[in-house]
């Protein structure tokens, strides 16, 4: 079992830069993939960066190629997303999210993914 827990939410102007963190307790947090996925008001979960559990390969959304990078820190047992150029349409509730499926690929859909946080509020103005 995984617990995780989000930080670094909040409001930005456009073009600003946020980072996420998320914490994870637990065993084996170095055996698991993380990703990154956000909700807008009445849209779907959308995947938005994921990382293998050896963090050297990642994968992003088109959207937020070349200004998300995702990284994780094994010895701080905590993924991050650093958000650079941000845009209003970015505005979302983001989850970050374990897969205990111990592969080096990385998945980008949601049932692929075990554990859940409780989301980190980033809301971005115009």
């Known amino acids: 079992q995984v617990h995780l827990v989000e930080s670094g939410g909040g409001l930005v102007q456009a073009g600003g830069s946020l980072r996420l963190s998320c914490a994870a307790s637990?065993?084996?947090?170095?055996?698991?993939?993380m990703g990154w996925f956000r909700q807008a008001p009445g849209k779907e979960y959308e995947f938005v960066a994921g990382?293998?559990?050896?963090?050297?390969?990642?994968i992003y959304a088109d959207s937020v190629k070349g200004r998300f990078t995702i990284s994780r820190d094994n010895a701080k047992n905590t993924v991050y997303l650093q958000m650079n150029a941000l845009k209003p349409e970015d505005t979302a509730v983001y989850y970050c999210a374990a897969d205990r499926t111990y592969t080096l690929a990385v998945h980008t859909t949601q049932p692929e993914y075990d554990y859940w946080g409780q989301g980190t509020q980033v809301t971005v103005s115009s």
């Open positions: 637990g065993r084996a947090f170095d055996m698991y993939a």
């Open positions: 990382i293998n559990w050896r963090g050297g390969g990642t």
